[in-house]
Nanobody, 123 residues
Framework: QVQLVESGGGLVQSGGSLRLSCAAS????????MGWFRQAPGKEREFVAA????????YYGDSVKGRFTISRDNAKNTLYLQMNSLKPEDTAVYYC????????????????WGQGTQVTVSS
């Protein structure tokens, strides 16, 4: 069992930056690949970014490439999402998730989910 707790969300102006964190705990938490998803009101959950266990591989959704960076610190069991050049369309609840696969971009491949943190970008 893995528990995930996101933090770092909030209200930011368009063009600003935020860094989300996801603290993982539980059995072998650091051995999972990790990812970020987001869900805006009235929309389906969307893939944002993923990273493998050793941080040697990352994937990004097309809408965030070049603006967001995913990283992890296995010693701290923490996942990060650095978000720069934020846009109003980035407004959503952001979720971190853990997967037993090497790296995953679809939510069906994730086994554990956090509760989410709200990010609101004002224009």
């Amino acid at each position: 069992q893995v528990q995930l707790v996101e933090s770092g969300g909030g209200l930011v102006q368009s063009g600003g930056s935020l860094r989300l964190s996801c603290a993982a705990s539980g059995r072998s938490a650091s051995s999972y690949s990790m990812g970020w998803f987001r869900q805006a009101p009235g929309k389906e959950r969307e893939f944002v970014a993923a990273i493998n266990w050793g941080s040697t591989g990352t994937y990004y959704g097309d809408s965030v490439k070049g603006r967001f960076t995913i990283s992890r610190d296995n010693a701290k069991n923490t996942l990060y999402l650095q978000m720069n050049s934020l846009k109003p369309e980035d407004t959503a609840v952001y979720y971190c998730a853990a997967s037993r696969t090497l790296i995953a971009t679809i939510q069906e491949h994730y086994d554990y989910w956090g509760q989410g943190t709200q990010v609101t970008v004002s224009s």
